[in-house]
């Protein structure tokens, strides 16, 4: 079976940071770690939830990427769908056509 690596990216309101922090460190057997960064959501789709955000005219939102093997960002991707149901979290799965470390550590997905 060859393995397909994948990023998972996932954005969601600001205010739901530290749940989805959490339940990502709690999915041990799916998610080996992840990045987060905040970002600005603009468009027609996007809620702005605060009078501040109406001010600045974007919404605060958190970025969480994730490297990991297809099977398993669709099997998170169902488990988020239903632990995060209601809040609109937006994602997109990307292939990985490399990923490591630039160090003698180096951990590499083969394909």
Known sequence: MTVEPV??????ARNLREE??????EQRDLVSG?????GAGHGPMVRLQTT???VKGHADEVLVRIILERQDAVRLLARLK???AGTRLVY???PVTEF???DDLEVEIEN
């Open 20 to 25: 989805l922090f959490d339940y990502l460190n």
């Open 82 to 84: 239903t632990a995060f």
């Open 7 to 12: 990023c998972l990216t996932l954005i969601a």
């Open 34 to 38: 992840f990045t987060a960064s905040d």
């Open 52 to 54: 501040a955000e109406q």
């Open 92 to 94: 997109w799965i990307m």
């Open 100 to 102: 490591g470390m630039t």
